[in-house]
Nanobody
Framework: QVQVVESGGGLVQVGGSLRLSCTASGLPFDDVAMGWFRQTPTKEREEVSC????????YHANFAKGRFTISRDNAENTMYLQMSSLKPEDTAMYYC????????????????????WGLGTQVTVSS
């Protein structure tokens, strides 16, 4: 049984930092791509950052470039999203997801390519 669990969300002030974590079990973690997505009540779920099974193929949405860093520790079956210079528009539910490596290489950081999802962790940036 595959389980994907996010943690690390919370309330942070504008300009602050936050690190999200995601653990996955029940799948070959070192053979799947991982990604972060986010969603608000008024917007569709959008991609934030993704990386390949070995961390070599990294994608960041334009809004994440220069502010967010995605990484993974395959020995710990864990992925991270370090977020800095946070803005109110970063407020959202953040979801972690896993995808087969071949699917990610073909389709990239697309929501539809990711088949295993966590329940999300809320990030709120206050002004």
């Amino acid at each position: 049984q595959v389980q994907v669990v996010e943690s690390g969300g919370g309330l942070v002030q504008v300009g602050g930092s936050l690190r999200l974590s995601c653990t996955a079990s029940g799948l070959p973690f070192d053979d799947v791509a991982m990604g972060w997505f986010r969603q608000t009540p008024t917007k569709e779920r959008e991609e934030v950052s993704c990386l390949s099974h070995n961390g070599g193929n990294v994608y960041h949405a334009n809004f994440a470039k220069g502010r967010f860093t995605i990484s993974r520790d395959n020995a710990e079956n864990t992925m991270y999203l370090q977020m800095s210079s946070l803005k109110p528009e970063d407020t959202a539910m953040y979801y972690c997801a896993a995808a087969p490596s071949g699917t990610y290489e073909r389709y990239g950081c697309m929501r539809s390519a990711f088949g295993y999802w966590g329940l999300g962790t809320q990030v709120t940036v206050s002004s």
